[in-house]
């Protein structure tokens, strides 16, 4: 089963320690679980993560009715591990991905929440896939600055395939596809409230918020992959 394989690479706390080396670090929601079904390519990027978080109530649910105890780690608390962390030691950081407006929202905010952390960025085209000019321009912008952390807004698995086909070019140390925690943080998409989010319920919330784009992610995707662990505990389907 597609939650077997990636087992060992979940982060099974609420607490963040990764050492300081090179790491691909992605995240795993219901979504993503079933693209990664039927793309090969993907479910590549995602078994070479060096650390995969459970991005989703679903991917927590579906753990436990295997009997494996996990706790939800959204983008966002990877985020702000990975900026708490270089304001300590003076890091910096490269935000790859989104439009320049959005890079200038999130630059300008944490220029004030983190005022030691040094921030470089990049809006690479707009392209559902690069070519090798447009993947060569990201790579030399990015081993300009060699960043401590990489932080890769493209959504899934855009972001995923390019973080894994392109690790081994780039000279930095975690490289985090964080996604929607670009527009969250730039404020030019709303995170629902923590109350939701603490009763697993931020799924239900951006659901409220963007139901034309989200339906299928949240009414879809959640049901197969609870759907996919129940048969296997059952021993009806091993995928």
Same mark, same amino acid.
């Given at each position: 089963?597609?939650?077997?394989?990636?087992?060992?690479?979940?982060?099974?706390?609420?607490?963040?320690?990764?050492?300081?080396?090179?790491?691909?670090?992605?995240?795993?929601?219901?979504?993503?679980?079933?693209?990664?079904?039927?793309?090969?390519?993907?479910?590549?990027?995602?078994?070479?993560?060096?650390?995969?978080?459970?991005?989703?109530?679903?991917?927590?649910?579906?753990?436990?009715?295997? %009997?494996?105890?996990?706790?939800?780690? =959204?983008?966002? #608390?990877?985020?702000?591990?990975?900026? $708490? &962390?270089?304001?300590?030691?003076?890091?910096?950081?490269?935000?790859?991905?989104?439009?320049?407006?959005?890079?200038?929202?999130?630059?300008?905010?944490?220029?004030?929440?983190?005022?030691?952390?040094?921030?470089?960025?990049?809006?690479?085209?707009?392209?559902?896939?690069?070519?090798?000019?447009?993947?060569?321009?990201?790579?030399?912008?990015?081993?300009?600055?060699?960043?401590?952390?990489?932080?890769?807004?493209?959504?899934?698995?855009?972001?995923?395939?390019?973080?894994?086909?392109?690790?081994?070019?780039?000279?930095? %140390?975690?490289?985090?596809?964080?996604? =929607?925690?670009? #527009?969250?943080?730039?404020?030019?998409? $709303? &995170?629902?409230?923590?109350?939701?989010?603490?009763?697993?319920?931020?799924?239900?919330?951006?659901?409220?918020?963007?139901?034309?784009?989200?339906?299928?992610?949240?009414?879809?995707?959640?049901?197969?992959?609870?759907?996919?662990?129940?048969?296997?505990?059952?021993?009806?389907?091993?995928?």
């Amino acid at each position: 089963m597609l939650l077997n394989n990636l087992e060992n690479l979940i982060v099974a706390n609420k607490t963040l320690d990764l050492p300081n080396e090179k790491l691909l670090i992605t995240t795993l929601n219901a979504h993503s679980y079933n693209v990664a079904k039927s793309d090969a390519s993907f479910l590549k990027a995602l078994q070479s993560s060096d650390v995969l978080l459970a991005d989703g109530i679903g991917v927590v649910l579906a753990y436990r009715l295997l %009997g494996k105890s996990v706790q939800k780690m =959204a983008g966002t #608390d990877l985020f702000y591990y990975e900026m $708490n &962390r270089l304001q300590a030691i003076k890091g910096t950081c490269f935000f790859l991905g989104s439009s320049n407006e959005t890079l200038a929202k999130i630059k300008s905010r944490a220029t004030i929440e983190f005022p030691d952390v040094k921030i470089h960025q990049y809006s690479p085209p707009f392209s559902t896939k690069f070519s090798d000019a447009d993947n060569l321009q990201m790579i030399e912008a990015i081993n300009l600055v060699q960043p401590d952390v990489l932080f890769v807004g493209m959504t899934a698995p855009k972001q995923e395939k390019w973080a894994y086909s392109t690790k081994n070019q780039l000279y930095v %140390g975690h490289i985090c596809c964080i996604g =929607a925690v670009f #527009d969250f943080y730039a404020g030019t998409i $709303n &995170r629902p409230p923590q109350w939701m989010i603490n009763l697993g319920m931020e799924w239900l919330g951006r659901l409220i918020s963007e139901p034309k784009r989200l339906w299928k992610r949240y009414l879809i995707s959640s049901p197969i992959i609870i759907k996919d662990a129940l048969l296997h505990k059952w021993g009806i389907n091993h995928i």
